[in-house]
């Protein structure tokens, strides 16, 4: 069974920069393209990037394109999300999740993912 574990979330003050970790275990991690999503109070969980089973590709929602780097370590089995230039806007809990491709393209809604950690509290201060 997968288990996925995120941490590095916390409170930072808008401009500043956060690092999300996700720790994979339980399957081959390079089989596994990675995502990571969002989800703000009274809203629904919205995509924020995914990164290829190489970690040679990604692709990312217009919020944060240009603010945030999604990568992995497939050594370490190791997701991580890279946030700079935060705006209140982005707080949410971040969640990353775990997709075994079974299709051709990026997968960027929830119902596409196999496996999801339990999340990591980001609040931006303005």
């Known amino acids: 069974q997968v288990q996925l574990v995120e941490s590095g979330g916390g409170l930072v003050q808008a401009g500043g920069s956060l690092r999300l970790s996700c720790a994979f275990s339980g399957r081959t991690f390079s089989n596994y393209i990675m995502g990571w999503f969002r989800q703000a109070p009274g809203k629904e969980r919205e995509f924020v990037a995914v990164?290829?089973?190489?970690?040679?590709?990604?692709y990312y929602a217009d919020s944060v394109k240009g603010r945030f780097t999604i990568s992995r370590d497939n050594a370490k089995n190791t997701a991580y999300l890279q946030m700079v230039s935060l705006k209140p806007e982005d707080t949410a809990v971040y969640y990353c999740?775990?997709?075994?491709?079974?299709?051709?393209?990026?997968?960027?809604?929830?119902?596409?993912?196999?496996?999801w950690g339990q999340g990591t509290q980001v609040t931006v201060s303005s």
């Open positions: 999740a775990a997709d075994y491709p079974m299709k051709d393209g990026w997968p960027i809604t929830a119902f596409e993912y196999d496996y």
């Open positions: 990164v290829s089973r190489s970690g040679g590709s990604s």
